[in-house]
């Protein structure tokens, strides 16, 4: 199995040693990110005080369950120092041609899968159930990918299909990556925080709040979290080889499983970003109000350019063999820009996706540690204290998590029809354009009512955005008014020349 996934494309050698180079440091860098925070921030918590024999600053989870912490500490360490050295050593080309930094980088990834399944739970039994769940999703792959490919013959693809293909794998990974980044750190960090002492019920310090409070909510968080981690850390180990990979893809076993990942993603936020049910249900209901409004804009736009095309139909005269060329020519070059556009609004949705969903489980103003006074412990202190901010603050930002969960749907998978398959898929991603746009908008809005405690600060952050606007204005117009003068000089220039010859 390791040597399997450590086998490569047969191409040419440059090519192979930039992929390998870019899926390494990919890889390597994010996954440095959130290992030095998780080492930094153990999960439990620290200790606030020193009291019982503990110090302050020192890990809760050290003492309460030192078998538990070391094997955090050890698994974590491990991938953080792999990542580090996979991103110092990855510039030397005999460690990337002998698939030493590939072999390094699937080490740190059961890094990550052992550090998880030791910090983001207290029980030996959930720790199983965590790693299980990776098993769980490479059997599946298999299965999926021999029942679909049984009538498959074997066959070799053309160079435009494979390269639709290595598209696909770019998005797929791109996606894997940073879900597995946002969904280990929201495991080890839960929404609510941790129990800082022991209190008079029995609960022990360092093990989540929300776990005694709401203990089905908790539940429905963990195990959602813990899906879509395993099932993105099993997608980048897929993704890594070629003969894993393309028929995985080619038979939409990896687009099926990143489906199930987005929707436990967005069952998470919905469970841990808010201690009532009702709340939960809204963000469902915004789910297919997202999706109502993008299938509205796809049908204006499609009626639109239905009743241009009717209004300009002429019969198609005949073209020659060069103009047949340059028809060919315009339309490789229309799909570099889809491709460019699929990738561009890809990135944007899931980094703002990343940024909302831990902003969700993380609210600004964190949560009440101990419950009194008539506040629940884990509940939002902002939702106590400044409700309506809050309101503003959840909603624009639950909005924009699930538009952005929305918009990577709808780039995953080839769901458009195949008649008119070209315009569908223009109209399409007029459609994901417009909803990033009001996706970066109500974020925006939840940062302005999050960032700060006053309204009129809010409003300063507001203007800011004018402030910005004018500021490309004024750039824009200087740059084409020095444009023009450079374009006028070199006319002058030019005519002063010509003059010149005549007189010579």
């Known amino acids: 199995m390791f040597l399997l996934l450590c086998s490569t494309i047969q191409c040419s050698g440059k090519e192979v040693l930039d992929k390998a180079r870019s899926l390494v440091l990919l890889l390597a860098t994010l996954a440095a990110a959130i290992t030095y925070t998780a080492?930094?921030?153990?999960?439990?918590?620290?200790?606030?005080?020193?009291t019982e024999g503990n110090m302050a600053g020192d890990p809760i989870l050290l003492t309460t369950n030192a078998s538990r912490y070391k094997a955090f500490f050890y698994c974590n360490s491990v991938a953080f120092?792999?990542?580090l050295v996979a991103i110092v050593l990855v510039q030397m080309e005999i460690l990337?041609?002998?698939?030493?930094?590939?072999?390094?980088?699937?080490?740190?990834?059961f890094g990550l899968i052992g550090a998880y399944a030791a910090g983001s739970c207290r029980d030996a039994n959930n720790s199983i159930y965590v790693m299980a769940l990776a098993g769980l999703v490479l059997v599946y792959v298999v299965i999926h990918v021999i029942f679909?490919?049984?009538?498959?013959?074997d066959k070799h693809h053309g160079d435009q299909a494979n390269q639709l293909l290595e598209k696909r794998r770019k998005r797929l990974l791109l996606f894997a990556i940073l879900a597995a980044t946002i969904t280990y750190q929201a495991g080890l960090t839960p929404p609510g925080g941790f129990l800082l002492q022991d209190d008079k019920l029995g609960h022990q310090a360092g093990d989540p709040v929300l776990l005694y409070n709401f203990p089905r909510r908790y539940k429905a968080f963990f195990y959602c979290n813990s899906v879509s981690f395993m099932l993105s850390i099993s997608l980048i180990l897929l993704l890594v080889n070629p003969n894993l990979y393309r028929p995985a893809i080619r038979s939409n076993a990896l687009s099926v499983c990143t489906a199930v990942g987005l929707f436990c993603l967005m069952v998470a936020y919905a469970a841990g970003s808010t201690q009532h049910l009702k709340t939960s249900i809204y963000i469902f209901v915004l789910v297919g109000a997202v999706l109502f409004v993008a299938a509205g804009l796809l049908l204006v736009f499609a009626l639109r350019e239905q009743n241009?095309?009717?209004n300009s139909a002429v019969a198609a005269p005949s073209i020659s063999h060069e103009q047949e060329e340059e028809e060919e020519e315009r339309n490789k070059e229309e799909e570099r820009k889809k491709h460019a556009r699929r990738k561009y609004l890809m990135l944007l949705g899931i980094l703002v996706a990343s940024v909302a969903y831990q902003a969700g489980l993380e609210p600004p103003g964190g949560a009440w540690q101990s419950s009194g006074n008539g506040y629940e412990a884990g509940d939002p202190v902002m939702h106590d204290i400044r409700r309506p901010r809050y309101l503003v603050f959840f909603y624009s930002n639950s909005f924009s998590f699930v538009a952005s969960i929305v918009v990577i749907m709808m780039l995953l998978p080839h769901w458009l029809p195949n008649e008119k398959k070209e315009e569908w898929e223009k109209w399409s991603l007029r459609v994901m354009n417009w909803t990033i746009l009001l996706d970066l908008v109500t974020l925006l809005v939840a940062y302005a009512a999050g960032s700060s405690r006053g309204w009129k600060t809010s409003v300063y952050v507001g203007t800011l955005?004018?402030?910005?606007?004018?500021?490309?204005?004024?750039h824009m117009t200087l740059s084409i008014w020095s444009d023009r003068c450079h374009r006028h000089r070199l006319?002058?220039?030019?005519l002063e020349g010509s003059q010149e010859n005549r007189r010579v």
């Open 39 to 50: 080492g930094l921030k153990p999960p439990g918590g620290l200790w606030q005080d020193n």
């Open 81 to 83: 120092v792999a990542s």
């Open 96 to 109: 990337v041609k002998h698939h030493v930094l590939e072999a390094a980088m699937i080490l740190d990834l």
């Open 148 to 153: 679909f490919t049984l009538d498959h013959e």
């Open 308 to 310: 241009n095309s009717d």
């Open 465 to 474: 955005i004018l402030a910005v606007l004018g500021y490309f204005a004024i």
């Open 491 to 494: 006319r002058r220039e030019r």
